[in-house]
């Protein structure tokens, strides 16, 4: 089965930190994506990363950016928290295959106090 | 671009009745879809998937759904609920070419006994 990891389930932090959002997967899986999912609006796609190093802009990449420096992990960057970033944050990663599904993690409750 | 309607934001069903959950989708070629289950604080859980082939296609949980194209609709069905099926339902299109899927805004499953 793949794993998909996420470091934190609950996260609190204050305004204008900076927040660093973990994900690991364990399948060797070349995409890996982040996710926002807020009430009502579904999930949001803020960047994916097909690739080490490589990165595309999502739906909502404005306030976040991503690293990812080894295949397995990828970080969702919060350069300076505010508070309309309150939401779940969820990781997924996926083949890089025609027709793969995505598998995704537990999710990270962010609240930005 | 592609998208993902479900039309319904809340089912109530009791238990042992059966379901039908809806999800139209918007794009000009063959699409492949997928239906995810989330409970409550968990991440999401591949329930199936519609790459091509027969077009009812079978999952976990004793789950089904159906691709019909002339109606544009992939719609997941279960004959006979259990307590545990409580939980949110997201369907999500991709397409080839694209790494990206497209999620619905969900439907939110209730139960009754």
């Known amino acids: 089965d793949v794993k998909v990891t996420q470091s934190s389930r609950y996260l609190v932090k204050r305004t204008g930190e900076k927040v660093f959002l973990e994900c690991v997967q364990d399948?060797?899986?070349?995409?890996m994506f982040w996710y926002r999912q807020d009430p009502g609006l579904g999930l949001r796609l803020i960047y994916f990363s097909y690739d080490v190093k490589m990165k595309e802009k999502g739906d909502i990449p404005e306030g976040y950016s991503v690293s990812r420096e080894k295949k397995e992990r990828f970080s969702l960057i919060l350069e300076s928290a505010s508070t309309n970033q309150t939401s779940m944050y969820l990781c997924?990663?996926?083949?890089?295959?025609?027709?793969?599904?995505?598998?995704f993690g537990d999710g990270t409750r962010l609240s930005i106090l | 671009a592609q998208s993902v309607t479900q039309p319904d934001i809340h089912i109530t069903v009791s238990e042992g009745a059966s379901l039908e959950l809806r999800c139209n989708y918007s794009?000009?070629?063959?699409?492949?879809l997928f239906w995810y289950v989330q409970s409550p604080g968990q991440g999401l859980q591949l329930l199936l998937k519609y790459f091509s082939g027969d077009t009812l296609v079978q999952g976990i949980k004793g789950f089904e759904a159906e691709f019909k194209r002339s109606q544009s609709s992939f719609n997941l069905r279960k004959p006979s609920v259990h307590w545990s099926d409580a939980a949110e339902y997201f369907c999500a299109v991709g397409n080839f070419g694209n790494e990206k899927l497209t999620f619905g805004t969900g439907t939110r499953l209730t139960i009754i006994p």
């Open positions: 399948m060797d899986h070349e995409n």
């Open positions: 794009y000009g070629a063959t699409p492949y």
């Open positions: 997924a990663s996926s083949l890089f295959r025609v027709g793969q599904p995505q598998h």
